[in-house]
């Protein structure tokens, strides 16, 4: 065996199995789990999917959601533990891969038309 196949079956111990297909435009909700004091809770950031990266465990999505007024961009490692889910809200139809346009738009313009050919 070489370093690469040696490298990916360690990697496969932690892949996560269970996660939806995300696709660019999509609609997520991911819960995050964040540690306060000793306490451990689950926080939901829903927001649209501006971009993905593939890569195995390096699986990263880039979620944009607008708060009070500001947008905000959150890059999520999807195998990482401090995932605790991913649940797709509503299907995106795009034509792009990364959908960095939207930063520029304000309000009804940054709406994505709904995808109905895939399941949720």
């Given at each position: 065996?070489?370093?690469?196949?040696?490298?990916?079956?360690?990697?496969?111990?932690?892949?996560?199995?269970?996660?939806?297909?995300?696709?660019?435009?999509?609609?997520?909700?991911?819960?995050?789990?964040?540690?306060?004091?000793?306490?451990?809770?689950?926080?939901?950031?829903?927001?649209v999917?501006?971009?993905?990266?593939?890569?195995?465990?390096?699986?990263?999505?880039?979620?944009?959601?607008?708060?009070?007024?500001?947008?905000?961009?959150?890059?999520?490692?999807?195998?990482?533990?401090?995932?605790?889910?991913?649940?797709?809200?509503?299907r995106?139809?795009?034509?792009?891969?990364?959908?960095?346009?939207?930063?520029?738009?304000?309000?009804?313009?940054?709406?994505?038309?709904?995808?109905?050919?895939?399941?949720?």
């Amino acid at each position: 065996m070489n370093a690469e196949q040696i490298i990916r079956s360690i990697e496969a111990e932690h892949l996560k199995s269970e996660l939806p297909t995300i696709n660019v435009g999509d609609t997520v909700k991911v819960g995050v789990r964040i540690v306060e004091g000793g306490k451990e809770r689950v926080q939901p950031y829903q927001g649209v999917v501006i971009a993905m990266r593939n890569g195995g465990i390096s699986e990263t999505i880039t979620v944009r959601k607008v708060f009070q007024g500001v947008g905000v961009e959150r890059v999520f490692l999807l195998h990482s533990p401090l995932v605790a889910s991913v649940q797709v809200i509503t299907r995106g139809k795009v034509r792009r891969a990364k959908l960095y346009y939207l930063r520029d738009r304000v309000g009804k313009a940054t709406r994505i038309k709904q995808r109905f050919d895939r399941p949720l």
